[in-house]
């Protein structure tokens, strides 16, 4: 039982190159999230999915699109990536908005 | 506004020293708050909520809504607690959207 899978687990972009990170999860979970870590700012909601067919902006949306292809699958992309954008991107899954989230392993995004 | 505030950045105690790490949030209403942790090469995951009152490997969270806070407590740390621990807040106020704190690195020295 994988859980939450995201691939890549690290990738370098340069400014102005587009990428699409990928998660997936097999637990049946109905909401998906995408966050970024920033040092000494935590996590910060980007994205979420509440449920299979809608998306929503979270707290710092900009320069990000989403796309909840199907229950288990919710991609982010980045059109035009910039040094702001340099981070660690989790995604996350629950069975219910107000439920515990379940993580994946992270992607290692750098920004030249 | 939903907020929530972990004011220590990282804090370091003794083995078998009691720890005490702090969560204070800002939210309209009734809150689902969480402690999640991170080890060291591990994912981030679910440690307690405090709607199951439980105790997870001899944490304890309490929720004090007149202080509004929600601070994680064990009374004699262990070397294995060495993390990165998370306070999380969600609610039907905010769109049921979940608010993490900054972190605190736990450190237990030997």
């Known amino acids: 039982n994988a859980g939450v899978t995201q691939t890549p687990k690290f990738q370098v972009l340069k400014t102005g190159q587009s990428m699409t990170l990928q998660c997936a999860q097999d637990?049946?979970?109905?909401?998906m999230y995408w966050y970024r870590q920033d040092p000494g700012m935590g996590l910060r909601l980007i994205y979420y999915s509440a449920s299979e067919g809608t998306t929503d902006k979270g707290e710092v949306p900009n320069g990000y699109n989403v796309s909840r292809l199907n229950k288990r699958e919710f991609s982010l992309r980045l059109e035009s990536a910039a040094p702001s954008q340099t981070s660690v991107y989790f995604c996350?899954?629950?069975?219910?908005?107000?439920?515990?989230?379940?993580f994946g392993d992270g992607t290692r995004l750098s920004i030249l | 506004a939903q907020r929530v505030t972990q004011p220590e950045k990282l804090l370091s105690v003794f083995k078998g020293a009691p720890v005490e790490l702090k969560c204070n949030y800002s939210y309209s209403g009734s809150p689902e708050l969480f402690w999640y942790v991170q080890y060291s090469r591990q994912r981030l995951q679910l440690l307690l909520r405090?709607?199951s009152r439980e105790s997870i490997k001899g944490f304890t969270a309490d929720l004090n809504k007149g202080e509004t806070s929600f601070h994680l407590k064990k009374p004699f740390a262990q070397e294995e607690d060495s993390a990165m621990y998370y306070c999380a807040l969600s609610g039907r106020g905010g769109g049921f959207k979940t608010i993490f704190g900054a972190g605190t690195r736990l450190f237990v020295k030997a």
């Open positions: 637990m049946n979970h109905n909401s």
């Open positions: 996350a899954s629950s069975l219910g908005q107000d439920q515990p989230q379940h």
């Open positions: 405090h709607i």
